[in-house]
Protein backbone atom coordinates (compact mmCIF):
# COMPACT_ATOMS: atom_id res chain seq x y z
CA UNK A 1 0.00 0.00 0.00
CA UNK A 2 1.18 3.53 -1.04
CA UNK A 3 1.02 5.98 1.50
CA UNK A 4 1.17 9.65 -0.21
CA UNK A 5 1.89 12.91 1.62
CA UNK A 6 -0.57 14.40 3.71
CA UNK A 7 -2.49 17.58 1.19
CA UNK A 8 -0.80 20.86 2.28
CA UNK A 9 2.58 19.22 3.41
CA UNK A 10 5.92 17.86 1.65
CA UNK A 11 8.68 16.90 1.70
CA UNK A 12 12.05 19.12 1.60
CA UNK A 13 14.81 16.87 0.25
CA UNK A 14 17.87 17.25 -1.62
CA UNK A 15 19.13 20.80 -3.26
CA UNK A 16 15.48 22.20 -1.60
CA UNK A 17 16.33 21.09 2.00
CA UNK A 18 20.35 22.94 1.30
CA UNK A 19 18.60 25.68 0.23
CA UNK A 20 16.45 25.65 3.71
CA UNK A 21 19.18 25.39 5.58
CA UNK A 22 21.60 28.13 3.87
CA UNK A 23 19.00 30.43 3.69
CA UNK A 24 18.07 29.68 7.91
CA UNK A 25 21.70 29.65 8.41
CA UNK A 26 21.84 33.29 7.22
CA UNK A 27 19.18 34.30 9.17
CA UNK A 28 20.57 33.16 12.37
CA UNK A 29 24.19 34.95 11.45
CA UNK A 30 22.09 38.42 11.15
CA UNK A 31 19.81 38.04 14.21
CA UNK A 32 22.72 37.20 16.26
CA UNK A 33 24.31 40.58 15.06
CA UNK A 34 21.19 42.56 16.23
CA UNK A 35 21.67 41.21 19.61
CA UNK A 36 19.23 38.23 19.53
CA UNK A 37 19.27 35.37 20.87
CA UNK A 38 17.72 31.42 19.70
CA UNK A 39 14.55 30.05 21.40
CA UNK A 40 12.87 26.69 20.56
CA UNK A 41 9.32 26.00 21.49
CA UNK A 42 7.03 23.09 21.76
CA UNK A 43 5.15 22.96 18.62
CA UNK A 44 2.48 22.43 20.54
CA UNK A 45 0.82 24.53 23.11
CA UNK A 46 -2.52 24.85 25.13
CA UNK A 47 -5.08 25.72 23.10
CA UNK A 48 -5.52 29.14 25.01
CA UNK A 49 -2.71 30.47 24.54
CA UNK A 50 -3.74 31.21 21.00
CA UNK A 51 -7.76 31.30 21.40
CA UNK A 52 -7.44 33.97 23.91
CA UNK A 53 -10.39 35.34 24.11
CA UNK A 54 -13.84 34.89 21.90
CA UNK A 55 -13.99 37.92 20.13
CA UNK A 56 -10.74 37.06 18.13
CA UNK A 57 -11.78 37.64 14.86
CA UNK A 58 -8.52 36.57 13.31
CA UNK A 59 -8.83 33.64 10.05
CA UNK A 60 -6.27 32.19 11.96
CA UNK A 61 -7.64 31.57 15.58
CA UNK A 62 -11.57 31.27 14.04
CA UNK A 63 -10.51 28.76 11.13
CA UNK A 64 -7.42 27.40 10.51
CA UNK A 65 -5.63 26.24 13.64
CA UNK A 66 -5.50 21.98 14.02
CA UNK A 67 -6.72 21.69 18.26
CA UNK A 68 -7.08 18.20 19.35
CA UNK A 69 -7.70 16.58 23.22
CA UNK A 70 -4.87 15.02 24.11
CA UNK A 71 -5.27 11.42 26.20
CA UNK A 72 -5.60 13.93 29.78
CA UNK A 73 -8.36 15.64 28.60
CA UNK A 74 -6.64 18.71 27.52
CA UNK A 75 -7.55 20.88 24.68
CA UNK A 76 -3.88 21.05 22.34
CA UNK A 77 -3.08 23.13 19.44
CA UNK A 78 -0.41 22.61 16.89
CA UNK A 79 1.20 25.82 16.79
CA UNK A 80 -0.27 28.28 13.85
CA UNK A 81 2.28 31.05 14.89
CA UNK A 82 5.41 31.48 16.60
CA UNK A 83 5.21 34.64 18.57
CA UNK A 84 2.68 33.78 21.49
CA UNK A 85 4.59 31.06 22.21
CA UNK A 86 8.01 33.21 22.82
CA UNK A 87 6.39 35.53 24.32
CA UNK A 88 5.13 32.73 26.92
CA UNK A 89 8.54 31.67 26.89
CA UNK A 90 9.92 34.60 27.95
CA UNK A 91 7.18 34.95 30.64
CA UNK A 92 7.80 31.14 32.43
CA UNK A 93 11.69 31.74 32.43
CA UNK A 94 11.33 35.01 34.29
CA UNK A 95 13.75 36.81 31.50
CA UNK A 96 11.51 40.24 32.11
CA UNK A 97 13.28 40.02 35.65
CA UNK A 98 16.59 39.00 34.73
CA UNK A 99 17.52 40.42 31.26
CA UNK A 100 17.94 44.17 30.78
CA UNK A 101 15.40 45.30 27.86
CA UNK A 102 14.81 45.03 25.45
CA UNK A 103 14.65 40.53 25.48
CA UNK A 104 15.60 39.62 22.20
CA UNK A 105 14.15 35.84 20.61
CA UNK A 106 14.93 34.91 17.10
CA UNK A 107 13.55 31.62 16.02
CA UNK A 108 12.90 29.22 13.31
CA UNK A 109 10.57 26.74 12.93
CA UNK A 110 7.43 24.78 11.89
CA UNK A 111 3.65 25.81 12.04
CA UNK A 112 0.57 24.79 10.81
CA UNK A 113 -2.47 26.24 9.50
CA UNK A 114 -5.35 24.76 7.70
CA UNK A 115 -5.04 26.73 4.79
CA UNK A 116 -5.92 26.28 1.00
CA UNK A 117 -2.51 24.98 -0.63
CA UNK A 118 -1.30 27.17 -3.21
CA UNK A 119 1.97 28.02 -4.79
CA UNK A 120 4.28 28.82 -1.85
CA UNK A 121 1.42 28.20 0.92
CA UNK A 122 1.28 25.05 2.69
CA UNK A 123 -0.69 23.41 5.71
CA UNK A 124 2.71 22.59 7.54
CA UNK A 125 5.15 25.18 6.49
CA UNK A 126 8.11 26.73 8.43
CA UNK A 127 8.95 30.60 9.74
CA UNK A 128 11.98 32.33 10.56
CA UNK A 129 11.43 35.53 12.79
CA UNK A 130 12.31 37.63 15.61
CA UNK A 131 10.85 39.07 18.51
CA UNK A 132 11.62 41.97 21.04
CA UNK A 133 10.25 43.42 23.92
CA UNK A 134 10.45 45.62 26.37
CA UNK A 135 10.78 49.13 23.76
CA UNK A 136 8.32 51.44 23.77
CA UNK A 137 9.24 53.65 20.80
CA UNK A 138 9.81 54.43 16.80
CA UNK A 139 13.24 53.64 16.82
CA UNK A 140 12.35 50.14 17.88
CA UNK A 141 9.54 49.16 14.96
CA UNK A 142 12.16 50.63 12.66
CA UNK A 143 14.92 48.63 13.39
CA UNK A 144 13.04 45.66 13.32
CA UNK A 145 11.94 46.48 9.60
CA UNK A 146 15.89 47.66 9.16
CA UNK A 147 16.95 44.54 9.74
CA UNK A 148 14.31 42.22 7.79
CA UNK A 149 14.60 44.63 5.00
CA UNK A 150 18.59 43.76 4.90
CA UNK A 151 18.15 40.36 5.58
CA UNK A 152 16.17 40.09 2.13
CA UNK A 153 18.64 42.35 0.19
CA UNK A 154 21.84 39.51 1.43
CA UNK A 155 19.66 37.06 0.16
CA UNK A 156 19.99 38.91 -2.74
CA UNK A 157 16.33 40.14 -3.34
CA UNK A 158 15.88 42.99 -5.54
CA UNK A 159 12.80 45.45 -6.16
CA UNK A 160 11.10 43.96 -3.30
CA UNK A 161 8.25 46.16 -2.34
CA UNK A 162 7.50 46.99 1.42
CA UNK A 163 4.04 47.89 2.52
CA UNK A 164 3.25 49.99 5.90
CA UNK A 165 0.80 50.84 7.88
CA UNK A 166 -0.20 51.97 11.53
CA UNK A 167 -3.54 50.47 13.27
CA UNK A 168 -2.49 53.65 15.75
CA UNK A 169 -3.25 53.79 19.30
CA UNK A 170 -6.54 52.15 21.30
CA UNK A 171 -8.31 55.67 20.84
CA UNK A 172 -7.24 55.44 17.18
CA UNK A 173 -8.50 51.94 16.46
CA UNK A 174 -11.85 52.14 18.56
CA UNK A 175 -12.61 55.86 16.66
CA UNK A 176 -11.64 53.88 13.58
CA UNK A 177 -13.54 50.42 13.78
CA UNK A 178 -17.00 52.95 14.42
CA UNK A 179 -16.38 54.42 11.46
CA UNK A 180 -16.38 51.22 9.46
CA UNK A 181 -19.12 49.78 11.05
CA UNK A 182 -21.09 53.37 9.65
CA UNK A 183 -20.21 52.65 6.40
CA UNK A 184 -20.52 49.17 6.01
CA UNK A 185 -23.83 48.86 7.61
CA UNK A 186 -25.72 49.58 4.22
CA UNK A 187 -23.52 46.86 2.56
CA UNK A 188 -24.04 44.03 4.45
CA UNK A 189 -26.26 42.34 2.25
CA UNK A 190 -24.01 41.82 -0.31
CA UNK A 191 -20.97 41.35 1.44
CA UNK A 192 -19.37 37.34 1.70
CA UNK A 193 -20.57 35.42 4.98
CA UNK A 194 -17.20 35.79 6.85
CA UNK A 195 -17.53 39.54 6.57
CA UNK A 196 -20.55 39.29 8.11
CA UNK A 197 -18.87 37.75 11.80
CA UNK A 198 -16.20 39.87 10.68
CA UNK A 199 -18.14 43.03 10.94
CA UNK A 200 -19.33 41.73 14.32
CA UNK A 201 -16.26 41.13 15.94
CA UNK A 202 -13.62 43.40 14.09
CA UNK A 203 -14.29 45.42 10.81
CA UNK A 204 -10.86 45.96 10.45
CA UNK A 205 -10.47 42.35 9.19
CA UNK A 206 -12.72 43.00 6.24
CA UNK A 207 -10.44 45.21 4.87
CA UNK A 208 -7.80 42.39 4.12
CA UNK A 209 -11.41 39.91 3.05
CA UNK A 210 -9.92 38.57 -0.43
CA UNK A 211 -13.29 38.13 -2.32
CA UNK A 212 -13.43 40.53 -5.46
CA UNK A 213 -16.97 42.11 -4.58
CA UNK A 214 -15.85 42.67 -0.92
CA UNK A 215 -12.92 44.14 -2.53
CA UNK A 216 -14.78 46.84 -4.43
CA UNK A 217 -16.95 47.64 -1.48
CA UNK A 218 -13.78 48.27 0.46
CA UNK A 219 -12.07 50.62 -2.07
CA UNK A 220 -14.13 53.56 -0.70
CA UNK A 221 -13.95 52.66 2.76
CA UNK A 222 -12.80 55.15 5.22
CA UNK A 223 -8.94 55.13 5.95
CA UNK A 224 -7.12 54.62 8.82
CA UNK A 225 -5.09 57.82 8.95
CA UNK A 226 -8.09 59.68 9.11
CA UNK A 227 -8.53 58.83 12.78
CA UNK A 228 -5.17 58.99 13.98
CA UNK A 229 -4.28 60.56 17.18
CA UNK A 230 -2.01 63.32 17.33
CA UNK A 231 0.45 60.96 19.26
CA UNK A 232 -0.37 57.67 17.05
CA UNK A 233 0.25 59.87 13.90
CA UNK A 234 3.62 61.71 14.99
CA UNK A 235 4.88 58.20 15.70
CA UNK A 236 4.31 56.68 12.79
CA UNK A 237 5.91 59.74 11.20
CA UNK A 238 8.76 59.57 13.55
CA UNK A 239 9.01 55.96 11.90
CA UNK A 240 8.54 56.38 8.19
CA UNK A 241 11.13 59.09 8.36
CA UNK A 242 13.80 56.93 10.58
CA UNK A 243 13.74 54.17 7.23
CA UNK A 244 13.80 57.37 4.82
CA UNK A 245 16.64 58.65 6.10
CA UNK A 246 18.05 54.39 6.21
CA UNK A 247 16.91 54.65 2.46
CA UNK A 248 14.31 52.03 2.57
CA UNK A 249 11.43 52.44 0.21
CA UNK A 250 8.20 52.16 1.26
CA UNK A 251 4.47 52.20 0.54
CA UNK A 252 1.96 53.19 2.47
CA UNK A 253 -1.15 50.69 2.43
CA UNK A 254 -4.17 52.01 4.15
CA UNK A 255 -5.76 48.84 3.39
CA UNK A 256 -3.07 46.68 5.67
CA UNK A 257 -3.95 45.71 8.90
CA UNK A 258 -2.52 41.67 9.27
CA UNK A 259 -3.66 38.54 9.84
CA UNK A 260 -3.96 39.12 14.23
CA UNK A 261 -5.78 41.07 16.33
CA UNK A 262 -3.09 41.65 18.75
CA UNK A 263 -1.12 44.46 16.40
CA UNK A 264 -0.82 48.36 17.52
CA UNK A 265 0.82 51.16 15.91
CA UNK A 266 3.06 50.23 12.63
CA UNK A 267 2.42 46.86 10.80
CA UNK A 268 4.17 45.89 7.84
CA UNK A 269 4.34 43.10 5.15
CA UNK A 270 7.42 42.27 2.03
CA UNK A 271 5.87 41.95 -1.07
CA UNK A 272 7.09 40.56 -4.52
CA UNK A 273 6.04 39.44 -7.91
CA UNK A 274 7.35 37.06 -9.95
CA UNK A 275 9.26 37.90 -12.86
CA UNK A 276 6.20 36.56 -14.85
CA UNK A 277 4.06 38.85 -12.74
CA UNK A 278 2.88 36.32 -10.50
CA UNK A 279 1.75 37.49 -6.85
CA UNK A 280 2.45 35.01 -4.46
CA UNK A 281 1.68 37.27 -1.48
CA UNK A 282 4.00 38.28 1.25
CA UNK A 283 7.52 37.30 1.69
CA UNK A 284 6.66 38.00 5.69
CA UNK A 285 5.60 40.79 8.02
CA UNK A 286 5.22 41.80 11.39
CA UNK A 287 4.51 44.89 13.23
CA UNK A 288 3.86 46.12 17.17
CA UNK A 289 2.22 45.44 19.91
CA UNK A 290 1.13 46.50 23.00
CA UNK A 291 -0.91 43.65 25.28
CA UNK A 292 -0.04 40.63 24.23
CA UNK A 293 2.39 40.09 27.13
CA UNK A 294 -0.44 40.83 29.59
CA UNK A 295 -2.64 39.02 28.16
CA UNK A 296 -0.23 36.08 29.18
CA UNK A 297 -0.17 37.46 32.79
CA UNK A 298 3.36 38.68 32.05
CA UNK A 299 4.10 42.58 32.64
CA UNK A 300 2.44 45.06 30.84
CA UNK A 301 5.28 45.67 27.97
CA UNK A 302 5.54 46.15 24.27
CA UNK A 303 6.86 44.20 21.76
CA UNK A 304 7.74 44.10 17.93
CA UNK A 305 8.96 41.39 15.42
CA UNK A 306 8.77 39.69 11.93
CA UNK A 307 8.53 36.36 10.50
CA UNK A 308 9.36 35.14 7.29
CA UNK A 309 8.30 32.23 5.23
CA UNK A 310 10.54 29.63 4.14
CA UNK A 311 8.64 28.39 1.43
CA UNK A 312 7.70 31.54 -0.02
CA UNK A 313 11.19 32.71 -0.17
CA UNK A 314 12.66 29.59 -1.36
CA UNK A 315 9.69 29.50 -4.37
CA UNK A 316 10.80 32.97 -5.22
CA UNK A 317 14.46 32.55 -5.23
CA UNK A 318 14.36 29.33 -6.85
CA UNK A 319 12.57 30.98 -9.75
Partial sequence: MEINVIKGCHDVINDEASAYSAIE???????????????????????????????????????????FEDKGGRSLTLRPELTAGIVRSMINNKLFIEQDFPVKAYYCGEVFRYERPKTGTYRQFEQCGIESLGLDNAYADAETILMA???????????????????????????????????????????????????????????????????????????????????????????????????????????LVRGLDYYSHVVFEFAYRTKDGRDIGALGGGGHYDKLCSELNGPALAGVGFAFGMERIYTVMKE
Avoid at 35 to 49: D, K, M, V
Fill in 149 to 255: YRFLLMLGFKDITLKINTLGDDESRNNYREALRAYFKPHLENMCPDCLERYKLNPLRILDCKVPGDQEIVKDAPKMSEYLTDSAKARFMQTLDILSEAEVPFVIDDN
Fill in 25 to 67: NLFKSVAEVYGYNEFRTPIFEASELFARNQDDSSDMVRKQMYT
